[in-house]
């Protein structure tokens, strides 16, 4: 599914409505996965318990990445569609822009010596995108914490108002 996506954000004109479906179908499978980590835990050698945290991490980043991936490429194509063409003359839009890769955030786990490089990213793409509401913002922010960071705002709940809160605890 995750290169489903990838390919169909790789079109001028992404189909949104597939996008919606897989984001639906990512979110579910997502449930899935928690349920059944919780389960496995349970019943795996203490010697392999480490590694197979660490690939499930690994999946359910890999699932959160194709989540970003769908909010901003629908974002986005909100943004186009509403705006404004009451003008009797629009300006032209430029077309010879050059096509970027599409960004990855990393995610952050509570090391300190990782904040700086986190929060900038997350500031330039996210926090600061006016685009977005809190609640948004929110989403992007958790499906980016891991370990202890995830913990530190794990009681909070997702809403506008605890988005900055969040960020404070952060």
């Known amino acids: 599914m995750i290169t489903q996506i990838d390919t169909i954000l790789l079109e001028d004109s992404p189909d949104i409505a597939k ?47 194709a989540i970003i991936k769908i909010d901003k490429s629908t974002a986005m194509a909100h943004a186009r569609t509403s705006v404004d063409t009451t003008e009797p003359h629009p300006l032209p839009v430029a077309r010879d822009r050059v096509k970027l890769p599409k960004l990855v955030l990393r995610p952050f786990n509570g090391d300190v010596t990782n904040w700086t490089t986190f929060w900038e990213s997350f500031d330039s793409s ?27 705002v794990a009681g909070l709940s997702l809403t506008s108002a605890n988005y900055g809160e969040a960020v404070a605890i952060l």
């Open 19 to 65: 996008l919606s479906q897989l984001k639906l179908s990512l979110q579910e499978k997502l449930e899935t996965i928690k349920i059944l980590d919780g389960e496995l835990l349970d019943i795996v050698e203490e010697s392999e318990l480490a590694t197979e945290i660490e690939q499930a991490d690994g999946f359910k980043e890999g699932i959160y990445t």
């Open 126 to 152: 996210v926090h600061s995108n006016r685009d977005l509401s809190d609640i948004d913002k929110f989403n992007y922010l958790n499906s980016l914490l891991t370990g202890t960071a995830r913990e530190a």
